[in-house]
């Protein structure tokens, strides 16, 4: 029974300090969700209105651009895959490289040869668990992402729509990431970023009640399209880049907390155990106590005889 009483005494200790733990690692994702929350409305309304301000430019003209104008043959798509560096966010990373996964899929049945690029650690894991091939990726920056993160991100990106598929270019980009919809709920999604589908927005401006603004294009609006293609990929990854560290943080936070709970419960039930097995450490003692007491007075009865 006192072999027994110290393992309930030794795993409750332990869990003690896994509780700690993944308390204070919960408190922690709870002050950064909040800041990252905070970046991502102050990012939101400059994506959305550059894409209006896009949408508006083209179509206001008939120039054929790559920021606008769908291929004729689409043969070659880039994939952009948001991930974590870290864990401990339950199925935040599993979703999005799962999305990711349905969509390359998707692509290749219709016939497109896929580059996929990806950021943060654990995709890059998957992938190269795998043996899949990753096309470019980027790690270290997925908790407090900055602008500057994605214009590195963007380059390459950009780049590649630029080329002709024939060099090695691509003909749509698609980003997979995880929208924060609030603190209980993140969508992993896929969206299309280029060509830009100028018939949806104006269909949502058009269901909003808005009206997209007339331009005068000074000097063309080839010029201003060949200004606007990489401000307008930096903004909508920079911002998919908060939504998918305000997601992480969010995912991280009820992780924790459902890892805590677990922990109280599981303490409570040793505690239990332990209290059951030192009760039953004193029945015992008493028994042999009073055992031993009973085979003391039979044993000096009989030697009175």
Same mark, same amino acid.
Not at 2 to 7: C, D, E, P, T
Not at 66 to 70: H, I, R, S, V, Y
């Given at each position: 029974m006192?072999?027994?009483?110290? +393992?309930y005494k030794r795993r409750i200790r332990s869990v003690s300090a896994t509780k700690k733990i993944t308390k204070a690692m919960e408190m922690i994702a709870a002050s950064r969700v909040v800041k990252a929350q905070r970046k991502v409305a102050a990012s939101t309304p400059y994506a959305t209105e550059l894409t209006r301000a896009v949408t508006a430019v083209g179509t206001g003209s008939n120039t054929k651009h790559?920021?606008?104008?769908?291929a004729e043959t689409v043969t070659r798509s880039a994939v952009l895959l948001l991930t974590s560096d870290r864990g401990l966010a339950g199925a935040f990373n599993s979703n999005a490289i799962k999305a990711a996964e349905q969509l390359t899929a998707r692509l290749e049945r219709e016939g497109k040869q896929v580059d996929t690029y990806i950021v943060g650690r654990r995709g890059v894991a998957h992938y190269n668990f795998r043996e899949r091939k990753i096309t470019e990726s980027w790690t270290g920056f997925t908790d407090d992402p900055t602008y500057a993160d994605a214009k590195n991100v963007a380059a390459p990106l950009i780049? *590649?729509?630029?080329?002709?598929?024939?060099?090695?270019?691509? @003909?749509?980009?698609?980003?997979?990431?995880?929208?924060?919809?609030?603190?209980?709920?993140?969508?992993?999604l896929d969206a299309r970023l280029l060509p830009l589908s100028l018939e949806e +927005?104006?269909?949502?401006?058009?269901?909003?009640?808005?009206?997209?603004?007339?331009? @005068?294009?000074?000097?063309?609006?080839? @010029?201003?399209? @060949? *200004?606007?293609?990489?401000?307008?990929?930096?903004s909508r990854i920079y911002n998919a880049l908060l939504q998918s560290a305000a997601s992480k943080h969010a995912a991280t936070r009820r992780a924790m907390k459902s890892a805590t709970d677990n922990a109280g419960e599981l303490i409570e039930s040793l505690t239990r155990l332990a209290n059951a097995a030192r009760q039953a450490e004193i029945t015992q003692e008493i028994s042999e106590i009073v055992g031993g007491a009973s085979a003391l007075a039979d044993a000096t009865a009989g030697s009175d005889y």
């Open positions: 006192g072999a027994q009483l110290r +393992v790559p920021l606008t104008t769908q780049e *590649a729509i630029e080329k002709e598929t024939a060099d090695g270019g691509v @003909d749509e980009l698609h980003i997979v990431y995880t929208e924060f919809v609030s603190m209980m709920t993140q969508s992993a +927005v104006a269909e949502e401006s058009h269901g909003k009640g808005e009206i997209l603004p007339l331009y @005068d294009f000074e000097p063309s609006a080839e @010029d201003v399209l @060949d *200004a606007l293609l990489p401000r307008y990929v930096e």
